[in-house]
């Protein structure tokens, strides 16, 4: 069961591979219709590929390993080895075409596919038997270091001391209300405690717009000031001052804008990510706001609430996985239906 579903016939060895895939057609077919593998005796009589049979003989003389274990660590250390020379080779063909790059995101992808393959099969996690693993894995967990605080006490209170890393912050609020206001004093407040923060922004935000908020937020300068360069008045020595501390103590803002309209995937901001994450740790991800983002599947989505619906779901799903994928704090905003004033103390008036 091992061999036919990780073997595959151009992983078999040697330059002229033909006897072996006779070989192994055989035993796939037969273990297929009989659920086991056919003796060497039938092998023989039913293989007429004359290389085939001595390669069946040397098959009879080959030592055996006494324990599966053995037997399935020698078939992983073969796949890898074979699944190395098949990429080189795979690799070189595009490189000798002249995709350098194809060449170089094959070789990276497919070496870590190799890298992490394993044959044995984990333990599934036991309750009882495995709870002073966990016990100890617990008393070790720095639990203060995954925290990111909102800036917002009650809030920060009741999720004693933030949310984590590796989960999600979604709001919900009628248009004009502050939606992007709130990211960015999430994305400041994780800055100003020492978190690294990648904020993505798209739809009619531009990056002027995005840094002159942040930029008002840690000065104390009004916005329309610092939009206009007005800033008369200003202390600058104490803004320096404060610049100074908070490169010293503090984390940084990273800043992405995608300028065409529609053109922001998750998958793209993904890759974003990805690059950043080999400089820097990024604690906080923010995307303003989850309407304008696309989730990039490829998919058709239609206007109607149905589809509208869909779409969301299927960009806050992918939002949580860079979430999981990359232990980071995700955070976004969508946009409520708006009701009349004097209906929002009604009790049978909610937002969905």
């Known amino acids: 069961e091992v061999v036919k579903t990780h073997l595959s016939f151009n992983l078999l060895p040697g330059k002229e591979n033909e006897p072996y895939k006779h070989i192994f057609k055989y035993m796939y077919d037969f273990h297929t219709a009989n659920n086991k593998p056919p003796t060497i005796g039938l092998m023989a009589q039913n293989i007429s590929h004359a290389d085939a049979l001595a390669i069946i ?4 003389e080959t030592n055996v390993y006494d324990t599966k ?10 796949i890898r080895r074979a699944r190395i020379i098949d990429l080189h080779k795979e690799t070189a063909d595009i490189f ?4 350098h790059d194809a060449a170089a995101k094959v070789m990276a992808e497919k070496s870590q596919e190799i890298n992490a393959f394993s044959l044995k099969r984990k333990m599934i996690p036991r309750i009882f038997n495995d709870f002073d693993k966990r016990q100890a894995a617990r008393a070790a967990r720095e639990y203060v270091s ?3 605080p909102t800036g917002i006490p009650q809030f920060d209170y009741h999720t004693r001391g933030g949310p984590e890393r590796g989960t999600g912050i979604l709001g919900v609020a009628r248009s ?7 990211l960015r004093s999430l994305g400041g407040n994780a800055m100003f405690r020492g978190t690294n923060v ?11 717009e995005v840094e002159d908020g942040y930029d008002s937020w840690w000065t104390g300068v009004p916005m329309v000031n610092i939009r206009e360069g007005n800033l008369d008045g200003v202390d600058f020595k104490k803004i320096e001052k404060a610049k100074q501390a908070y490169q010293a103590q503090c984390g940084e803002i990273y800043v992405y804008v995608f300028k065409q309209f529609n053109s922001a995937t998750i998958a793209d901001c993904r890759k974003i990510l990805i690059d950043l994450l080999k400089e820097v740790d990024i604690g906080l991800v923010i995307f303003d706001y989850m309407e304008l983002f696309d989730p990039g599947d490829g998919k058709r989505y239609g206007t109607n609430q149905d589809g509208v619906t869909s779409r969301k779901k299927a960009v806050a799903e992918k939002i949580i996985n860079v979430g999981t994928e990359f232990d980071v704090l995700v955070a976004t905003m969508t946009q409520a239906s708006d009701i009349k004033k004097e209906l929002w103390d009604n009790p049978n008036s909610v937002i969905t």
């Open 96 to 99: 000798n075409s002249g995709d």
């Open 57 to 60: 003989s040397k098959i009879k």
């Open 198 to 208: 990648l904020h993505f922004a798209a739809g009619d935000s531009t990056q002027e």
């Open 69 to 78: 274990d053995e037997i399935l660590k020698e078939l992983e250390e073969y």
């Open 176 to 182: 004009g209300v502050g939606k992007t206001t709130f």
């Open 146 to 148: 995954r925290k990111i």
